[in-house]
């Protein structure tokens, strides 16, 4: 097993934690699959039923960011109460990371998005600050879905 960051992240999916391991590391630079161990086979352990093949500890890094997760089964689900927030340098970085990660429009609000295993994201511009600091500028945000640069600038 690979050593563990101090602090990070843990993601329990129901059963496609292997499928989103994948999915995140195509999305973000500098990112990689750090490890994947799979529930032992179901007829070795009652408690197992339904989990064998499925992740039991994934260890993963987003662009220097490590992550853990599992396939835990249906007892939790995600929830907009936590995000992740990815900070862009630009407005096609927006536009990248929005095309790849909002799969639930009515999820979107303020550069708020949910991606398809229904993590939220928030996706920025690294100026987010100098971008609000007028009244103006908060209602065009507000107004927004993905972010966009250039009406935040004009506000």
């Known amino acids: 097993m690979a050593e563990l ?6 993601l329990w999916f129901t059963d496609n934690a292997r499928e989103a391991m994948e999915y995140y590391v195509s999305v973000f630079p500098n990112s990689s699959i750090t490890s994947m161990a799979s529930y032992p086979d179901e007829s070795l352990d009652e408690h197992f039923t339904g989990m064998s ?5 994934g260890q993963f890094t987003l662009n220097g960011i490590d992550f853990v997760c599992l396939d835990g089964g249906p007892a939790f689900s995600f929830t907009e109460a936590i995000s ?7 407005q096609a970085e927006i536009d990248r990371y929005w095309a790849a990660l909002s799969h639930v429009p009515e999820a979107e609000q303020c550069g708020w998005c949910k991606d ?19 009244p103006e500028q908060i209602q065009v945000m507000m107004g927004q879905k993905k972010i966009v640069i250039d009406e935040l600038e004009n506000a």
Do not use: H, Y
Request: charged share 20%; hydrophobic share 40%.
């Open 116 to 134: 398809r295993f229904g993590i939220s994201w928030q996706i920025i511009p690294a100026r987010m600050g100098e971008l609000t600091r007028r």
């Open 53 to 57: 093949g499925k992740i039991l500890n």
């Open 84 to 90: 992740f927030v990815v900070s862009c340098s630009d």
């Open 5 to 10: 960051s101090p602090i990070q992240p843990c």
